[in-house]
């Protein structure tokens, strides 16, 4: 096992990496887990992005904004439910980390969420024109995750992309 880590760190925490997380992503993540003193590995994970070798049965999957969750749990739907339920068969607990940042603290933050794709611009009678789409609002989202939350037993925690590595060990750390 090949451990990475830079500087003293956070206890004895170890914290496995999902092989499959996006390489830029990884990257930035990797410099803020360096930056806290925490040590890391990257190998393949059964549910989630992030767990915390101590606590094997809490796992964090990151979502870079509300319109990946968005996605994830509309058009994603089947993926992200067998996901929950491998999770649930082997008794993880899943936390969606969601990096949405601006204004987005909470769940209930989520009912005020403006989603862009609902406005586009098209050209309506030689004009250009926004026009509203099908796409999902805040207080849908909102309600599609509370159900969510409440059938498969996750939780939706929210931040800023620059305090991801931290929000990773303390809720790693805290057990949730």
């Not at 767990?51 to 058009?75: F, G």
């Amino acid at each position: 096992m090949f451990l990475e880590s830079h500087t003293e760190g956070i206890g004895t925490m170890i914290i496995q990496i999902d092989s499959r997380e996006h390489q830029s992503e990884l990257n930035r993540i990797k410099k803020q887990f360096d930056a806290l003193g925490v040590k890391y590995f990257v190998s393949k994970l059964y549910v989630g992005d992030y767990v915390n070798l101590d606590h094997p049965k809490i796992a964090i999957d990151r979502k870079q904004n509300l319109i990946e969750l968005c996605s994830n749990v509309t058009t994603d739907h089947e993926r992200f439910r067998r996901e929950m339920l491998r999770a649930e068969e082997n008794e993880i607990k899943i936390i969606f980390l969601c990096e949405h940042g601006d204004g987005i603290e909470s769940l209930e933050d989520v009912i005020w969420w403006n989603n862009p794709r609902r406005t586009v611009r098209k050209v309506v009678d030689g004009k250009w024109t926004d026009v509203e789409t099908k796409a999902t609002t805040g207080p849908t989202l909102y309600n599609i995750l509370t159900t969510i939350q409440s059938r498969y037993g996750v939780e939706f925690r929210f931040c800023r992309k620059e305090d991801t590595g931290a929000e990773i060990v303390r809720l790693l750390e805290n057990d949730g």
